[in-house]
């Protein structure tokens, strides 16, 4: 389907042309030719290549090509946050080296307080995959509890939900304090998991209005939060507050042993 744009240009094209074919057949034009027949046919070469370019300016672009990757791998744009290997790519509150155990292929969370990306970032389609401890310690939001932060400030809630009650804003896949996910994807206590979350950020207004981005988020695969509005504020635990135009990505730790894995950003 053509672009809204291409018709336009399309019209353009045909008013300008309808211009230039009526001016030429006009008893002014041909007078002018005999007079100035340089000119004349120099005004009249220009006027159609200005038609032309309107319409090439207006055709749509071919999209960039590139590699999607392996089912569930990063695409060749992507940013890898988290490879398996080591966590050169974050950073603890203070600008540290992040002191997370990192291990076969994974990280775990330690008790050594959050940890932020040492890039940051606005819009973008976050992918990482996570699991609860094996070993069912606690109940409700004691249990295999953590959080992934966008820009430091917007939770999406991180936790042991499998036949484990809590409130229904503090679910796993939850917009923490803000939206409840439609339903609850989680696998067994053990078992590996994964995020699909497409963010746009709040924007900040010359006003000072704020206009709200959103969440969308597949939790193993499977539609849990669709287009949710942010309004600006920050979350409950943020370690950022106040409305920006990028943050860095942050990990939660919230006591439980979490693990993470295969985590990679593509910008938006």
């Known amino acids: 389907m053509l672009s809204q744009n291409y018709h336009s240009g399309i019209v353009r094209f045909r008013q300008n042309w309808e211009g230039i074919r009526t001016m030429t057949t006009s008893n002014c034009f041909q007078n002018e030719i005999e007079q100035r027949p340089k000119q004349t046919i120099s ?23 590139i590699d999607p990757g392996p089912p569930g791998g990063p695409p060749s744009d992507a940013i890898v946050l ?47 995959e996570w699991a609860a401890p094996a070993e069912v310690k606690g109940k409700d939001q004691g249990r295999g509890n953590s959080g992934v932060y966008l820009m ?22 939850a917009f923490y304090g803000n939206a409840v996910p439609q339903v609850n994807a989680c696998r067994r206590p053990g ?38 509005p942010i309004k600006g504020a920050s979350t409950t635990a943020a370690a950022l ?9 942050v990990l939660q730790d919230h006591g439980c042993p979490v693990r993470y894995r295969n985590i990679w950003l593509r910008k938006l």
Not at 59 to 65: G, M, N, R, W
Not at 153 to 173: H, S, W
Not at 203 to 209: I, L, S
């Open 43 to 65: 005004a009249l070469l220009l006027l159609t290549v200005l038609a032309i370019t309107v319409v090439r300016a207006a055709e749509p672009t071919l999209p960039p090509v």
């Open 82 to 128: 988290f490879d398996g290997k080591d966590l050169s790519k974050w950073r603890d509150a203070k600008t540290n080296a992040a002191a997370w155990k990192v291990e076969n292929g994974y990280m775990e969370v330690s008790p050594k307080g959050d940890i932020f990306t040492r890039e940051e970032f606005g819009a973008g389609r976050l992918h990482l």
């Open 191 to 228: 078992e590996w998991q994964a995020y699909e979350i497409i963010f746009h950020a709040p924007k900040p207004q010359a006003d000072g209005r704020v206009e709200p981005g959103s969440f969308t988020v597949f939790h193993n695969g499977v539609l849990v939060q669709d287009h949710v």
């Open 152 to 173: 430091g400030r917007y939770e999406i809630q991180v936790l042991d939900g499998f036949e484990n009650k809590t409130y229904p804003d503090g679910q796993a896949a």
């Open 241 to 249: 507050k106040g409305v920006a135009t990028q943050g860095p990505l």
